[in-house]
């Protein structure tokens, strides 16, 4: 419907990713958005946007067009703190693609760990503003109890158990031990899981992403220019945000699912497919509860469901129904935060994945975030 | 060990520490629509209403959720592992307390709990905290 503008990926490209603290992400950063433009067969000088996602110690939009030597930009945007993660990056540069504004987008995202307990925070902050009403309760891990309080929340209200949880976690490691950047590839058993340490309990630290630093990178561009290019273009079927009613990671009036439920919604009503034809599911697991979230709010199976549809981890792992996260996710496979969701559907949906690879995969579902700063998108492949 | 950290009041939430160290929970209300508000602000966050009314709260709620801390927030270096909950109070807002009086474990605290106000004093504010109802009053 979309016609020559339909938004199209036509180039993924990754960094190596280390645990050591002190890495330079510049060369990094410059490693991945080369390796996406090699993969597309672009040169630098035919980008004419650059969107990113920010973070601290992370290269903001204009720097990478000065380290790459790009000539100018006709558009470009940082869109971090409040955004859908990683993924936010490539929604804009679908958004500024189709509308004309420009004609290929690089997005890129690349993370610097944060070192040290409760995010990396290293200094107390004033108990002010909103904070004067957490901070002086102990409250001080920003994300990390909020997401403990929707698991209890969770279970209280929709039932299911903690090894619904675990299955996340053991799958990420079934894919990672199959994928080349894999991080951590031992697999882990139930007992494992049932017995990591807790952070914020019920929150486990096997329910926590793996900090890394690293960078990734995609090309987005026009049906059109896909169509002059070397590599395996990848249709943006549908591109939807989420915020949910009063946006808040505590105070949305969805303390369990926040903004998933209506993104979801108006993802598939925009989309050509149906969650029936979903091959592949690449949802965001910085916390296990954020992707039990997606498969839920998405209908890949009904709210509460998930414990008796994941049919012991069955149905999501290789050879699955369901294959989700098939390079380990962010749990096992780095933070690259949310963008790494995205390269690899489009590599799954080109089948270069090899021994991960789903066979026969033509739709794939993506999302990132949760609570005030949902981002999905369905991606397919005719 | 570091201290504890103490509410630092801002211009909209100065009444509510001030009716605190008096011993009693008070909440913004707004005189649009009804609702009570939570946090303190300048505006309801519901009907977009200018004006808003302090009241005295009814001081108590339910569990909404919680979970217990391993990971110590300065202060509560000898109190880890300690709750976090978040109540739902009859007005219909939720906030952030510890649980006081009760064993801060799984089994002793459970979400639909009743609570009540108390107030912990601490460096010359006076803190809202909760502590499970028990006994008469306590829907179980």
Do not use: I
């Given at each position: 419907m979309k016609g020559a503008r339909q938004a199209t990926v036509v180039g993924v490209g990754y960094s190596s990713v280390h645990r050591e603290i002190g890495v330079d992400t510049r060369p990094l950063v410059v490693d991945a958005c080369l390796g996406a433009l090699h993969d597309a067969g672009l040169t630098t000088s035919q980008i004419d946007a650059v969107f990113e996602y920010p973070g601290a110690g992370s290269q903001i939009a204009v720097n990478v067009q000065r380290l790459l030597g790009i000539?100018?930009?006709?558009a470009f945007g940082d869109?971090?703190?409040?955004?859908?993660?990683?993924?936010a990056a490539a929604m804009a540069a679908v958004a500024a693609v189709e509308s004309g504004v420009c004609d290929v987008a690089l997005v890129f995202r690349s993370v610097n760990r944060e070192w040290g307990q409760q995010s990396g925070r290293t200094e107390v902050p004033p108990a002010g503003n909103a904070a004067q009403f957490t901070l002086p309760y102990g409250d001080f891990g920003g994300i990390i109890p909020s997401i403990g309080m929707k698991k209890y929340r969770r279970l209280a209200e929709l039932g299911g158990s903690e090894e619904d949880y675990g299955h996340i976690t053991l799958n990420a490691r079934q894919w990672s031990a199959m994928y080349e950047r894999g991080v951590l590839t031992q697999p882990l058993t139930m007992d494992d899981y049932l017995s990591s340490r807790f952070i914020a309990e019920p929150l486990r630290l096997l329910d926590c992403d793996y900090p890394v630093t690293g960078a990734c990178a995609a090309i987005i561009t026009t049906a059109e220019r896909a169509r002059d290019l070397a590599g395996a273009a990848v249709t943006v079927d549908s591109v939807a945000f989420g915020t949910g009613s009063r946006p808040d990671w505590t105070f949305s009036d969805d303390f369990v699912f926040g903004g998933t439920i209506g993104c979801a919604q108006h993802l598939w009503a925009t989309s050509?497919?149906?969650?029936?034809?979903?091959?592949v599911a690449e949802l965001?697991?910085?916390?296990?509860h954020i992707t039990i979230s997606w498969v839920e709010a998405l209908g890949l199976c009904g709210i509460g469901e998930f414990g008796d549809w994941v049919d012991g981890g069955k149905r999501i792992?290789?050879?699955?129904a369901l294959p989700l996260n098939t390079n380990g996710g962010q749990l096992a496979s780095g933070r690259l935060h949310g963008l790494s969701f995205l390269t690899e559907a489009v590599q799954q949906l080109r089948g270069?994945?090899?021994?991960r690879q789903v066979p026969g995969a033509r739709v794939a579902v993506v999302a990132n975030a949760h609570g005030p700063q949902c981002g999905a998108m369905v991606l397919t492949r005719t | 060990m570091s201290a504890r950290f103490v509410p630092v009041p801002t211009p909209e939430t100065g009444t509510y520490w001030e009716k605190a160290a008096e011993g009693e929970l008070w909440l913004p209300r707004c005189d649009s629509c009804g609702r009570a508000v939570f946090y303190p602000r300048s505006f309801c966050p519901h009907c977009h209403g200018d004006d808003l009314t302090w009241f005295r709260a009814s001081g108590r709620g339910v569990v909404e959720s919680f979970i217990i801390n391993h990971n110590p927030a300065p202060g509560y270096e000898q109190d880890a592992p300690y709750v976090i909950a978040l109540i739902m109070l009859e007005e219909g807002v939720r906030l952030t307390t510890n649980l006081l009086g009760v064993e801060q474990t799984p089994d002793a605290v459970r979400i639909g709990l009743p609570v009540e106000v108390v107030f912990e004093q601490r460096d010359g504010i006076a803190l809202p905290q909760f502590r499970v109802i028990t006994g008469d009053g306590a829907s179980g």
């Open positions: 000539p100018d930009l006709r869109l971090g703190g409040s955004g859908p993660s990683g993924l050509s497919v149906t969650p029936a034809e979903v091959d965001y697991d910085g916390f296990t792992g290789p050879g699955g270069d994945c090899g021994p | -």
